[in-house]
Protein backbone atom coordinates (compact mmCIF):
# COMPACT_ATOMS: atom_id res chain seq x y z
CA UNK A 1 0.00 0.00 0.00
CA UNK A 2 1.56 3.32 -0.96
CA UNK A 3 0.81 6.52 0.63
CA UNK A 4 2.39 10.04 0.16
CA UNK A 5 0.50 11.28 3.38
CA UNK A 6 2.59 9.57 6.24
CA UNK A 7 6.03 10.00 6.54
CA UNK A 8 6.34 8.22 10.38
CA UNK A 9 4.02 5.67 11.66
CA UNK A 10 4.65 5.27 15.82
CA UNK A 11 2.99 2.32 16.58
CA UNK A 12 3.15 1.66 20.68
CA UNK A 13 1.47 -1.59 22.31
CA UNK A 14 -0.13 -0.56 25.23
CA UNK A 15 -0.65 -2.45 28.44
CA UNK A 16 -1.95 -0.63 31.75
CA UNK A 17 -0.63 2.87 31.06
CA UNK A 18 -3.94 4.85 31.46
CA UNK A 19 -1.51 7.16 33.99
CA UNK A 20 1.28 7.53 31.53
CA UNK A 21 -0.58 7.52 27.83
CA UNK A 22 -1.64 11.21 27.94
CA UNK A 23 1.76 12.41 28.54
CA UNK A 24 3.40 10.29 26.10
CA UNK A 25 0.76 11.24 23.05
CA UNK A 26 1.10 15.20 23.99
CA UNK A 27 4.82 14.45 24.03
CA UNK A 28 5.07 12.84 20.72
CA UNK A 29 3.21 15.35 19.43
CA UNK A 30 6.16 18.21 20.34
CA UNK A 31 8.61 15.99 19.23
CA UNK A 32 7.36 15.70 15.67
CA UNK A 33 6.09 19.66 15.85
CA UNK A 34 9.74 20.24 15.87
CA UNK A 35 10.31 18.65 12.88
CA UNK A 36 7.48 20.19 10.33
CA UNK A 37 6.95 16.21 9.10
CA UNK A 38 4.05 14.12 8.59
CA UNK A 39 3.45 11.24 11.20
CA UNK A 40 0.62 9.06 12.58
CA UNK A 41 0.08 7.34 15.48
CA UNK A 42 -1.03 3.63 16.52
CA UNK A 43 -1.61 2.47 19.87
CA UNK A 44 -2.43 -0.91 20.23
CA UNK A 45 -4.28 -1.84 23.44
CA UNK A 46 -3.20 -5.10 24.72
CA UNK A 47 -6.25 -5.79 26.58
CA UNK A 48 -5.15 -3.63 29.72
CA UNK A 49 -6.73 -4.53 33.23
CA UNK A 50 -6.89 -0.37 34.32
CA UNK A 51 -8.59 2.22 32.05
CA UNK A 52 -6.52 2.50 29.47
CA UNK A 53 -8.65 2.03 26.45
CA UNK A 54 -10.70 5.17 27.85
CA UNK A 55 -7.89 7.07 28.22
CA UNK A 56 -6.96 6.19 24.82
CA UNK A 57 -10.73 6.70 23.14
CA UNK A 58 -10.31 10.52 25.32
CA UNK A 59 -7.01 10.92 23.29
CA UNK A 60 -8.71 9.90 19.71
CA UNK A 61 -11.29 12.38 20.03
CA UNK A 62 -8.52 14.82 20.05
CA UNK A 63 -6.42 13.64 17.54
CA UNK A 64 -7.05 12.93 13.68
CA UNK A 65 -3.70 11.12 13.65
CA UNK A 66 -4.25 9.02 16.08
CA UNK A 67 -5.28 5.45 15.58
CA UNK A 68 -6.84 3.25 17.68
CA UNK A 69 -7.04 -0.75 18.26
CA UNK A 70 -7.96 -2.87 21.04
CA UNK A 71 -6.88 -7.07 21.27
CA UNK A 72 -9.57 -9.25 22.58
CA UNK A 73 -6.99 -10.78 25.68
CA UNK A 74 -3.05 -10.17 26.52
CA UNK A 75 -1.13 -11.50 23.39
CA UNK A 76 2.18 -9.52 24.29
CA UNK A 77 4.22 -6.90 23.07
CA UNK A 78 5.74 -8.35 20.23
CA UNK A 79 1.98 -9.54 18.95
CA UNK A 80 0.69 -6.41 19.72
CA UNK A 81 3.49 -4.80 17.32
CA UNK A 82 2.62 -7.33 14.54
CA UNK A 83 -0.54 -5.96 14.63
CA UNK A 84 0.24 -2.17 14.70
CA UNK A 85 2.49 -3.33 11.15
CA UNK A 86 -0.44 -4.40 9.66
CA UNK A 87 -1.94 -0.82 9.53
CA UNK A 88 0.94 1.27 9.23
CA UNK A 89 1.08 3.69 6.24
CA UNK A 90 3.61 5.47 6.29
CA UNK A 91 7.44 4.89 5.04
CA UNK A 92 9.00 4.63 8.54
CA UNK A 93 7.90 2.51 11.37
CA UNK A 94 8.79 3.64 14.82
CA UNK A 95 8.41 1.83 18.07
CA UNK A 96 8.31 2.96 21.39
CA UNK A 97 7.19 1.39 25.20
CA UNK A 98 4.10 3.03 26.87
CA UNK A 99 5.78 3.86 30.23
CA UNK A 100 7.90 7.33 29.48
CA UNK A 101 11.24 5.42 30.20
CA UNK A 102 12.74 6.47 26.58
CA UNK A 103 11.57 9.72 26.30
CA UNK A 104 9.81 11.12 22.98
CA UNK A 105 12.35 13.66 22.54
CA UNK A 106 14.85 10.91 21.68
CA UNK A 107 12.83 10.28 18.45
CA UNK A 108 14.65 12.91 16.33
CA UNK A 109 17.71 10.62 16.75
CA UNK A 110 16.40 7.93 15.33
CA UNK A 111 15.51 9.51 12.74
CA UNK A 112 18.69 11.01 11.99
CA UNK A 113 20.24 7.78 12.01
CA UNK A 114 18.30 6.67 9.26
CA UNK A 115 18.95 9.15 7.07
CA UNK A 116 22.46 7.96 6.98
CA UNK A 117 20.97 5.02 5.14
CA UNK A 118 20.50 2.32 7.53
CA UNK A 119 16.95 -0.54 7.24
CA UNK A 120 16.81 -0.21 10.95
CA UNK A 121 18.13 1.90 14.16
CA UNK A 122 17.77 0.87 17.65
CA UNK A 123 17.86 3.11 20.20
CA UNK A 124 20.07 1.99 22.85
CA UNK A 125 21.06 3.53 26.25
CA UNK A 126 24.81 2.52 28.39
CA UNK A 127 22.35 1.22 31.68
CA UNK A 128 18.72 0.42 31.63
CA UNK A 129 16.66 2.48 34.74
CA UNK A 130 15.70 -1.21 35.55
CA UNK A 131 15.52 -3.20 38.75
CA UNK A 132 19.01 -5.33 38.91
CA UNK A 133 16.64 -8.81 38.18
CA UNK A 134 14.97 -7.38 35.11
CA UNK A 135 18.23 -5.50 34.03
CA UNK A 136 20.12 -9.06 34.74
CA UNK A 137 16.73 -10.90 32.14
CA UNK A 138 17.21 -7.97 29.70
CA UNK A 139 21.19 -9.04 29.67
CA UNK A 140 20.66 -12.74 29.09
CA UNK A 141 17.70 -11.94 25.75
CA UNK A 142 20.58 -10.06 24.40
CA UNK A 143 22.87 -12.81 24.88
CA UNK A 144 20.56 -15.03 23.35
CA UNK A 145 19.57 -12.84 20.57
CA UNK A 146 23.41 -12.48 19.38
CA UNK A 147 23.91 -15.91 19.60
CA UNK A 148 20.93 -17.08 17.83
CA UNK A 149 21.04 -14.68 15.15
CA UNK A 150 24.76 -14.13 14.48
CA UNK A 151 24.69 -9.93 15.01
CA UNK A 152 26.51 -7.84 16.70
CA UNK A 153 24.36 -5.17 17.31
CA UNK A 154 22.03 -4.54 20.91
CA UNK A 155 18.46 -4.11 20.37
CA UNK A 156 15.81 -2.57 22.28
CA UNK A 157 11.89 -1.27 22.24
CA UNK A 158 12.63 2.23 20.89
CA UNK A 159 13.50 1.33 16.71
CA UNK A 160 13.03 2.96 13.50
CA UNK A 161 12.60 0.02 10.90
CA UNK A 162 12.15 1.40 7.09
CA UNK A 163 9.03 0.66 5.13
CA UNK A 164 10.16 -2.41 3.32
CA UNK A 165 11.63 -4.19 5.99
CA UNK A 166 8.65 -3.96 7.70
CA UNK A 167 6.58 -4.77 4.85
CA UNK A 168 8.86 -8.35 5.06
CA UNK A 169 8.27 -8.31 8.78
CA UNK A 170 4.74 -9.01 8.36
CA UNK A 171 4.64 -12.21 5.75
CA UNK A 172 5.34 -14.04 8.99
CA UNK A 173 2.31 -15.45 10.34
CA UNK A 174 3.32 -17.90 13.31
CA UNK A 175 1.95 -17.58 16.39
CA UNK A 176 4.97 -16.39 17.86
CA UNK A 177 6.82 -13.50 16.36
CA UNK A 178 9.79 -12.07 17.65
CA UNK A 179 10.61 -8.36 16.31
CA UNK A 180 14.34 -8.02 16.35
CA UNK A 181 14.84 -11.55 15.54
CA UNK A 182 12.32 -11.13 12.32
CA UNK A 183 14.32 -7.89 11.68
CA UNK A 184 17.56 -9.99 11.74
CA UNK A 185 16.21 -12.62 8.81
CA UNK A 186 15.55 -9.48 6.60
CA UNK A 187 18.50 -7.09 6.74
CA UNK A 188 21.78 -6.79 8.46
CA UNK A 189 22.11 -3.26 7.68
CA UNK A 190 20.89 -2.13 11.36
CA UNK A 191 22.45 1.48 13.28
CA UNK A 192 22.36 2.13 16.47
CA UNK A 193 22.04 5.52 18.32
CA UNK A 194 22.97 6.32 21.54
CA UNK A 195 19.53 7.37 23.83
CA UNK A 196 18.26 8.49 27.29
CA UNK A 197 16.76 6.17 29.28
CA UNK A 198 15.06 6.92 33.18
CA UNK A 199 13.20 5.15 35.46
CA UNK A 200 9.79 4.40 35.25
CA UNK A 201 7.43 6.82 36.41
CA UNK A 202 4.28 5.40 37.21
CA UNK A 203 2.36 1.64 37.17
CA UNK A 204 4.33 -1.31 37.33
CA UNK A 205 6.19 -2.77 34.16
CA UNK A 206 3.45 -5.43 32.36
CA UNK A 207 7.18 -7.52 31.35
CA UNK A 208 6.71 -9.45 34.00
CA UNK A 209 9.83 -11.82 34.85
CA UNK A 210 7.39 -14.61 33.59
CA UNK A 211 6.81 -12.99 30.72
CA UNK A 212 10.90 -12.37 30.06
CA UNK A 213 11.11 -15.72 30.14
CA UNK A 214 8.48 -16.48 28.02
CA UNK A 215 10.21 -13.83 25.22
CA UNK A 216 13.32 -16.31 25.84
CA UNK A 217 11.62 -19.56 25.19
CA UNK A 218 9.52 -17.55 22.24
CA UNK A 219 13.18 -16.24 20.97
CA UNK A 220 15.16 -19.80 21.00
CA UNK A 221 12.49 -22.01 20.37
CA UNK A 222 10.66 -20.72 16.75
CA UNK A 223 14.67 -19.02 15.72
CA UNK A 224 16.98 -21.59 16.12
CA UNK A 225 17.73 -25.51 17.07
CA UNK A 226 20.27 -24.56 19.67
CA UNK A 227 18.59 -26.30 22.43
CA UNK A 228 18.18 -29.47 20.51
CA UNK A 229 22.21 -29.13 19.40
CA UNK A 230 22.39 -28.97 23.09
CA UNK A 231 20.09 -32.07 24.18
CA UNK A 232 22.53 -34.06 21.68
CA UNK A 233 25.25 -32.84 23.34
CA UNK A 234 24.30 -33.76 26.41
CA UNK A 235 22.94 -36.92 25.58
CA UNK A 236 27.23 -37.59 24.01
CA UNK A 237 28.63 -36.91 27.11
CA UNK A 238 26.65 -38.58 29.54
CA UNK A 239 26.59 -41.93 27.24
CA UNK A 240 30.39 -41.42 27.07
CA UNK A 241 30.03 -41.34 30.64
CA UNK A 242 27.97 -44.02 31.29
CA UNK A 243 30.12 -45.89 29.02
CA UNK A 244 33.39 -45.56 30.82
CA UNK A 245 31.78 -45.82 33.84
CA UNK A 246 31.04 -49.44 32.53
CA UNK A 247 34.41 -50.30 31.24
CA UNK A 248 35.37 -48.79 34.91
CA UNK A 249 33.62 -51.70 36.77
CA UNK A 250 34.65 -54.17 34.01
CA UNK A 251 38.17 -54.21 34.56
CA UNK A 252 37.34 -53.79 38.38
CA UNK A 253 35.31 -57.55 38.36
CA UNK A 254 37.79 -58.72 35.98
CA UNK A 255 40.75 -57.93 38.44
CA UNK A 256 38.63 -59.25 41.79
CA UNK A 257 37.47 -56.50 42.84
CA UNK A 258 34.51 -56.42 45.05
CA UNK A 259 31.66 -53.95 42.79
CA UNK A 260 29.75 -52.38 45.14
CA UNK A 261 27.37 -48.61 46.74
CA UNK A 262 24.37 -48.13 46.27
CA UNK A 263 24.87 -44.84 46.40
CA UNK A 264 26.92 -44.63 43.11
CA UNK A 265 24.00 -46.69 41.14
CA UNK A 266 21.43 -44.13 42.32
CA UNK A 267 23.18 -40.90 41.31
CA UNK A 268 23.77 -42.48 38.09
CA UNK A 269 20.68 -43.27 37.24
CA UNK A 270 19.03 -39.94 38.74
CA UNK A 271 21.58 -38.15 36.35
CA UNK A 272 20.91 -39.75 33.53
CA UNK A 273 16.56 -40.17 34.17
CA UNK A 274 17.33 -36.06 34.56
CA UNK A 275 19.30 -35.88 31.25
CA UNK A 276 16.43 -37.90 29.41
CA UNK A 277 13.52 -35.83 30.97
CA UNK A 278 15.57 -32.40 29.94
CA UNK A 279 15.67 -33.98 26.16
CA UNK A 280 12.40 -35.20 26.09
CA UNK A 281 10.96 -31.58 27.39
CA UNK A 282 12.98 -29.35 25.06
CA UNK A 283 11.67 -32.35 22.11
CA UNK A 284 8.04 -31.41 23.83
CA UNK A 285 8.80 -27.91 24.01
CA UNK A 286 9.30 -27.80 19.85
CA UNK A 287 6.34 -30.56 18.83
CA UNK A 288 3.53 -27.84 21.20
CA UNK A 289 4.89 -25.15 19.07
CA UNK A 290 5.03 -26.74 15.88
CA UNK A 291 1.12 -27.63 17.03
CA UNK A 292 0.05 -24.64 17.90
CA UNK A 293 1.58 -23.09 14.19
CA UNK A 294 -0.11 -26.05 12.63
CA UNK A 295 -3.62 -24.86 14.20
CA UNK A 296 -3.14 -21.69 13.29
CA UNK A 297 -3.66 -20.28 16.75
CA UNK A 298 -3.50 -16.36 15.87
CA UNK A 299 -0.89 -13.77 16.90
CA UNK A 300 -3.66 -11.25 17.54
CA UNK A 301 -7.75 -10.94 17.71
CA UNK A 302 -9.16 -6.95 17.38
CA UNK A 303 -11.99 -6.52 19.65
CA UNK A 304 -12.48 -2.97 18.58
CA UNK A 305 -10.69 -0.03 16.56
CA UNK A 306 -10.55 3.40 15.23
CA UNK A 307 -8.52 3.78 12.20
Known sequence: ??????????????????????????????????????????LIDDNSRDNSWEVIKRLKRGSPNLRIIRLRRNFGQHN????????????????IDDDLQIPPEEIPKLIAGAAEGYDVVYGIYDRKKHNLLKNFGSFLIGCYYRKIFHMSNQVSAFRIIKREIAREIINYDKTFPYIDGLISWNTGNIGEVPVKHYRRGAGISGYSIGKMVKLAFDMVTNFSAFPIRVASLLGVLFSLVGFLLALYFFFRFGLGMPVTGYASMLVAVTIFSGVQLLTIGIIG????????NINRKPQYVIKDQDI
Open 285 to 292: EYIARVHM
Open 80 to 95: AIMCGLHFFRGDYVIT
Open 1 to 42: MKTTEVTYSMIIPVYNAEKTLEELISRIKQAFSSLDVTYEII
